[in-house]
C-alpha cells in the first residue's frame, strides 16, 4: 500500500507529532511495565500460584512476626534495667539501623549493576527518546523497591515493638514512617554513584563477577567469624568478668557523619528515654538524600554512556581452558564413554565460568568447617559411660543431619541440572545422544562433589567423636547409599518439574519441584533414620551392658539394614525409571 | 530422504498440525512456508524429536524417529528458530561438543572446526565465550554447529532471521552446495525471496494443513491467475494475505 494511501487511514497514522510531556509523566511511564506486569501476574495467578502467594506471604508474616517478638522481648528486658537499659536500647536502635544501612548500601550496588546497566529491557530504553533525568529516576525507584522492601519487613516489626514497649504516641510512628524514605534514598543514591563509577571501570559483567564473589566472601567471613566467636560463651557467667570494659565501650558516641546515626537521633529521642533534636537530625537526613540524589543524577547524566557501552564487551573464558584444568578434567571423565565425557566437561566449564554457581562452594567450605568446629567443641568430658552414650547419639543424630544437608546442597545444584540447561536443551535433545546416557552424565558431576562433601561431614566429625567402629562404617556405608539416592531422586523431580526459562540455578530450585524434592528427600532420610534407630539402639546397649549380642537380635539387625538398602535401592531405581520417562516427556 | 506420515498435533481444542504427509527425496532444498501460526515450526520440533506427535510417523533417512531416535538423528543437522546456546562455553568449544555427540574423531573434529569457523566468519572469536556474540553471531555458530558432522539431512527454521546479507548469501551458496551432495534441506521461512531462489520444491501450510506443495512453476499453474506471479502473490492467494488490503479499504468506507 502507497505511503499517501497509509496517511489517510485514521488508524494507521504514517507521522505524527511527538507528544511532549514532564519528566515525571515519562519516569512513570517507564515505571509502567514493570508495575503492569506485577498486575497482570497478579490477576492471572494460577491455583498453584495462589497457594504460593498464600505460602510466602504466611512466611512473612511469620517472620514478621518473630523479629517483633524477639524486639519485644529484648526491649522489655532492656526496660526493666535501671540506667543501662537506656545505654542498651540506644546502642539496639543504633545497631538496626547501621546493619539496615551496611546492608542497603550494598545490596544497591548489586541492584543498580541490574536495573541500569545489565536489564534486558535497556537496549530499548536507551534507544528511545527519554531524558537522561527521567530515565534516571524511573530506574533509580526500581532499585530502590527491588533493593529496600525485605529490609522494611524487618524493619516494620522492630520499630512497632519499640513503640509498643515505650508506649510512645502516634508521633513516633509518623516519625518512623517519615525516616525511611530519606534513610532509603541515601544507600541508593550512594549505590548507583558506585556502580556507575565501578562500571566504567571494569566491564559490567566482569563487575557483577566481582560483587558476587565479594558478598559471597563476605557472608562465608561473617559466618564463620560469628561461629569461631563462639557466642554460646556469654551465656557462661565467666564471660562477664569485663563488664565494665564493655560498659565504657557501650556508652562511647557513635560516629556523627553517618546517616544512620542520624536517623537513630530522630527515633530516639521520641522513645521519651531522654531528650534529643529529632527535627535537626531530620533535617540532616532529609537534605543529604535529597544531596545525594542530585550528585547520583549529576555521576549518572556523564558517566552513563561510557558505562553502558562497556557492559557490552564480553570475556574470555580463564581458568577452565588452561591447558592443567583441561587435563584434569580429560583424567577424571577417562573411565566414561565419550559422550558421557563430553556432557559431563561441559557440566564442569559451565559450572566453574558461572560465578553465581562456583561462588556457593565458598559457602559450602565455610558450612563444613563451622560443621565439623560444632563437633570439635562439644563439651564431651564427663564419665566414660556418660561420654560413650552421647557421643553414639550425636553420631547418629549427624548420619541424619549430614544427609539433610547434602540434600540441601543437591536441591541447589543437583535438582536443577536439566533446567539449567534452559533453552540450550534443544542441542542435546536433537543430537543423537540417548537420554540414558545424559541422565548418568548428569548423576555422576553431581554425585561425585556431593559424596565428598557428605562423606567429610560424617567421617571427620565421627573420627572426632571417637564412635565405635559399627557407627563408624554404618554412618559412612548408609550416608554413600543415601547419597547415591538423593542425586538419583534430584534428578528425577528435576525432569519432573523442568523451568528452562528460569536466569538462575536458585531461581529453578526455589519453585514448586524443589519443595516438592525437599519433602521427598525429608521422608526418605526419616524412613532411613528410623529403620536404622533399632539395630544401633540394640548394638548400643550391648556394647553399654557389656553383653553379647543374641542370634535375635543379629537377626533383627540384619533385617533392618537389609530393609535400609532395600529402601534405598528401590528408591533409586524408580527414581531412576521415573526421571527417564519424565525426560523422555519434556517437549520445547 | 524425508518422509511424514499423517503427522498430527494437537495442544488442547488447538489442531497445530492436522495430518500432514509429506515425502523429499535426496539432495533436494525443500521450502516450508505459512504465516505465523501456521504450524511450521511445531512440525519441525516433531522432525526433530523436540515436540511429540499426537499421530503419525517421522522417518529421516528410513529411520523411525520414534523407534529408532539415536540412528535417525545421526543423519540430521538442526538450526532451531532461535539461536539458543551454551553462553558459558566459547565458540570452538561448542562446536567440539557438537562434534562429539555425533561420534566424530578428534583429528576430523579439529580440521572441521577450523574450517566452518573460518566459513562462517567466527574464527577470530572462537575463544570468546558465547555470551558476548550477537545475534548473528550466534545464528552462524548454531549453523556451524549443524553442518559439523557433514549431516545428510539439514533442517532449518527461518534461517536467515538476524543474518546480514553477506551472511545469507553464503547461507544460500551452502544450501546449494549441500544440495548438490545430495544432502536434503528443509527450510521454513518467511522470506519469500529465499524460498523462490533456493528452493527446489516449496509447500504451503495453513492452519496445520498443507494447501499447497510443488515447484514453484506447478504452484503458479494451480491457479490460471497466477500463471506469471511471483511466489508472494501465490502465497498471499492462498493464505488469504490478500484480504488484508481490502480489509483497510473497507475501514476507510
Known amino acids: 500500500m502507497a505511503n499517501a494511501e497509509l496517511a489517510q487511514t485514521p488508524w494507521l497514522p504514517v507521522s505524527a507529532e511527538p507528544q511532549r510531556r514532564g519528566p515525571w509523566h515519562d519516569a512513570r511511564l517507564l515505571l509502567s511495565p514493570r508495575a503492569q506486569s506485577i498486575r497482570n501476574r497478579f490477576h492471572r495467578l494460577t491455583r498453584g500460584g495462589r497457594v504460593r502467594l498464600a505460602l510466602l506471604a504466611a512466611l512473612a508474616l511469620t517472620v514478621g512476626g518473630a523479629v517483633f517478638v524477639f524486639f519485644y522481648r529484648a526491649l522489655s528486658y532492656f526496660a526493666a534495667v535501671p540506667e543501662f537499659g537506656t545505654v542498651l536500647t540506644y546502642k539496639l536502635l543504633s545497631m538496626v539501623f547501621i546493619t539496615f544501612f551496611s546492608i542497603l548500601l550494598f545490596s544497591n550496588i548489586v541492584t543498580a549493576l541490574s536495573t541500569f546497566f545489565l536489564s534486558r529491557d535497556l537496549d530499548r530504553l536507551v534507544a528511545a527518546p527519554v531524558s537522561a533525568r527521567c530515565f534516571f529516576y524511573a530506574r533509580f525507584t526500581e532499585t530502590v523497591i527491588d533493593s529496600s522492601w525485605m529490609m522494611l ?60 564473589l565479594l558478598s559471597v566472601f563476605a557472608v562465608a567471613l561473617l559466618y564463620l567469624l560469628f561461629r569461631l566467636l563462639r557466642p554460646e560463651r556469654l551465656v557462661n557467667p565467666e564471660g562477664f568478668a569485663d563488664f565494665s570494659s564493655f560498659l565504657s565501650a557501650m556508652q562511647t558516641p557513635e560516629w556523627m557523619f553517618l546517616p544512620s546515626t542520624w536517623a537513630t537521633e530522630v527515633l530516639f529521642p521520641l522513645l521519651g528515654l531522654r531528650n534529643g533534636q529529632p527535627a535537626y537530625f531530620y533535617l540532616l537526613l532529609a537534605t543529604t538524600a535529597a544531596v545525594a540524589l542530585m550528585a547520583g543524577e549529576t555521576v549518572l547524566g556523564r558517566l552513563y554512556l561510557p558505562g553502558w557501552s562497556k557492559a557490552q564487551e564480553g570475556r574470555q573464558a580463564r581458568l577452565t581452558q588452561r591447558p592443567l584444568a583441561a587435563l584434569l578434567l580429560a583424567a577424571l571423565t577417562a573411565p566414561f564413554p565419550p559422550q558421557m565425557r563430553l556432557i559431563m566437561i561441559k557440566e564442569v566449564k559451565t559450572f566453574f565460568r558461572d560465578t553465581s554457581q562456583w561462588s556457593q562452594l565458598i559457602l559450602l567450605l565455610a558450612l563444613v568447617v563451622v560443621y565439623v568446629y560444632n563437633f570439635s567443641v562439644l563439651p564431651l568430658r564427663g564419665s566414660p559411660l556418660v561420654t560413650f552414650y552421647f557421643k553414639n547419639v550425636i553420631a547418629f543424630v549427624n548420619l541424619a543431619l549430614a544427609a539433610f544437608v547434602t540434600a540441601a546442597v543437591a536441591v541447589r545444584f543437583v535438582y536443577p ?51 565405635m567402629p559399627f557407627m563408624f562404617w554404618l554412618a559412612g556405608g548408609t550416608l554413600l547409599a543415601m547419597v547415591l539416592t538423593i542425586v538419583a531422586l534430584g534428578l528425577a523431580i528435576g525432569a519432573a518439574y523442568p523451568n528452562f526459562d528460569a536466569d538462575n540455578a536458585a531461581q529453578i530450585a526455589a519453585g514448586s519441584g524443589g519443595l516438592v524434592y525437599m519433602i521427598l528427600c525429608l521422608a526418605f532420610i526419616g524412613t532411613v533414620v528410623v529403620l536404622e534407630a533399632w539395630p544401633v539402639y540394640v548394638l548400643f546397649t550391648s556394647r553399654l551392658g557389656g553383653l553379647p549380642l543374641s542370634a535375635g537380635a543379629w537377626s533383627g539387625i540384619i533385617t533392618s539394614l537389609t530393609a535400609v538398602a532395600a529402601l534405598n535401592l528401590a528408591v533409586f531405581l524408580g527414581s531412576v525409571r521415573y526421571g527417564l520417562r519424565r525426560l523422555e516427556a519434556i517437549e520445547m | 530422504m524425508i518422509e511424514l506420515r499423517n503427522l498430527t498435533k494437537r495442544y488442547g481444542q488447538t489442531l497445530a498440525v492436522d495430518n500432514l504427509s509429506l515425502d523429499i527425496p535426496s539432495g533436494e532444498i ?224
Not at chain 1, 558431576?445 to 566429625?461: C, D, Q, R, S
Not at chain 2, 523407534?67 to 568449544?93: I, M, N, S, W
Open chain 2, 30 to 253: 525443500f521450502g516450508f512456508l505459512g504465516p505465523n501460526g501456521a504450524g511450521k515450526t511445531t512440525t519441525i520440533r516433531m522432525m526433530m524429536g523436540l515436540l511429540q506427535p499426537t499421530a503419525g510417523i517421522v522417518r529421516l533417512g528410513g529411520h523411525d524417529l520414534h523407534r529408532q531416535p539415536l540412528a535417525a538423528k545421526q543423519l540430521c543437522g538442526f538450526v532451531p528458530d532461535r539461536p539458543h546456546v551454551y553462553e558459558k562455553l566459547t565458540g570452538a568449544e561448542f562446536l567440539d561438543f557438537a562434534a562429539g555427540l555425533y561420534h566424530l574423531s578428534a583429528e576430523l573434529r579439529d580440521g572441521r572446526r577450523d574450517h566452518l569457523l573460518a566459513l562462517f566468519d567466527l574464527t577470530g572469536w572462537c575463544d570468546e565465550l558465547i555470551e558476548s556474540y550477537s545475534h548473528g553471531m550466534k545464528q552462524r555458530l548454531v549453523m556451524a554447529a549443524a553442518l559439523i558432522h557433514a549431516p545428510r539431512i539439514l533442517i532449518v527454521d527461518e534461517p536467515m532471521v538476524g543474518l546480514d546479507p553477506r551472511g545469507t548469501r553464503l547461507l544460500k551458496q551452502i544450501f546449494r552446495t549441500l544440495a548438490s551432495e545430495g544432502v536434503t534441506v528443509f527450510m521454513s521461512t518467511h522470506s519469500l525471496e529465499t524460498a523462490e531462489e533456493t528452493c527446489d520444491r516449496i509447500g504451503i501450510i495453513n492452519q496445520g494443513r498443507m494447501i499447497a506443495l510443488g515447484t514453484l512453476d506447478e504452484l503458479r499453474r494451480q491457479d490460471d491467475r497466477h500463471l506469471d506471479s511471483k511466489l508472494e502473490t501465490i502465497f498471499l492467494s492462498l493464505t488469504g494475505g490478500l484480504d488484508a488490503h481490502d480489509m483497510v479499504g473497507g475501514s476507510r468506507a
Open chain 1, 417 to 467: 541440572s536439566f533446567s539449567i540447561e534452559g533453552r540450550a536443551f534443544w542441542v542435546l535433545k536433537t543430537a543423537p545422544v540417548s537420554l540414558r546416557r545424559l541422565w548418568w552424565a548428569k548423576f555422576w558431576v553431581g554425585v561425585v562433589p556431593l559424596l565428598v562433601l557428605g562423606e567429610t561431614l560424617v567421617l571427620a566429625t565421627n573420627t572426632y567423636l571417637q564412635v
Open chain 1, 153 to 212: 519487613l524487618f524493619a516494620a516489626p522492630a520499630f512497632l515493638a519499640y513503640g509498643v514497649v515505650h508506649s510512645t504516641g502516634p508521633g513516633f510512628y509518623v516519625m518512623a514512617i517519615l525516616t525511611l524514605p530519606p534513610f532509603l534514598v541515601i544507600p541508593a543514591a550512594l549505590g548507583v554513584t558506585i556502580t556507575t563509577v565501578l562500571v566504567n571501570v571494569f566491564p559490567a559483567r566482569r563487575t557483577k563477577d566481582i560483587l558476587v
